[in-house]
């Protein structure tokens, strides 16, 4: 079969489906397969016999909603190549702002070789671009996922970035107290509600339950991260978050009760207010009891 007949019958299948992005979808599984760019710039010629059968399994796969980034096993994410597979959540665009934001902060402030804890590392999308982009800083993933190690640790080699790599519960004050004097901590934490969790849209279900629960209100780790790790931060130190649609105020409100101040809310490419910042104030907890 010749490349454009096999292209406009999985584009069609996916259409069926109601995937919206068919054309783009099909591409990417042409791509891949066909290891060329641009593969409908010769529409004519044949397609392998083997390729056509993988092509139209990864078509039907694909149609049944099952997350093109997993068919692919790689994911582009601020411009750097990331596999993913199932156990890891799969980068997203809207993460990126937090990249910008966390980047722009340390820029800002003249941070030279900050010392940079991401939390909830997943695929190390965040601890590796900052890693990239700011190659003097001293950058550790913290992630307790056993499924989703082997993709980080992929992950820094593929990217060749020097991030060090702990395996732990973010929401063990242990772990907390083993990292001290950082001068910043990002963190794109699960925030679904369990109303979220319980109408996820198919792909999504395919993805690690553990990496989008964040309890009843989607908040438990921004109350646990936020009291627990705010001492491992310097006086002055920075917490970027990310964060689901409409959270931005309770999280706000979460980082002024655990003693954080200078926040700041960012919105992402789709206008939602996406992420936060936030400077660690003086003193012990500015008098006040956490809200974990
Ligand atoms: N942005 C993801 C989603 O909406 C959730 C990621 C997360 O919980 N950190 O599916």
New binding site residues.
Partial sequence: MVRRELFEECVSLLEKSGNEDAAFDTTCIFEDILEERHPLFSPLSQVPSDKERTIRSLAERRSEGYPLQYLLGKWEFFGYPFAVGEGV?IP?P??EALCELAIEICRKEQLSSPRIMDL?SGSGCLAITLKKELPLAQVTAAELSEKALPFLKENIKLNDAQVELVQGDVTDPQLAAAHAGLDMIVS?????TAE?MAS??TE?TH?PAM????GRD?LDFYRAIAKIWRSSLKEGGWICF?F?DKQHEDVGKILAENGFENITFRRDLAGIVRCAAAKRSGGPNNGKEGTC
């Avoid at 990496?211 to 964040?214: H, I, Q, R, S, V």
């Fill in positions: 959540l997203r809207d993460t909830c794109n934490p699960p925030y679904l979220e996820l849209q999504v993805e990496a989008l629960d964040g989607g990310e689901g």
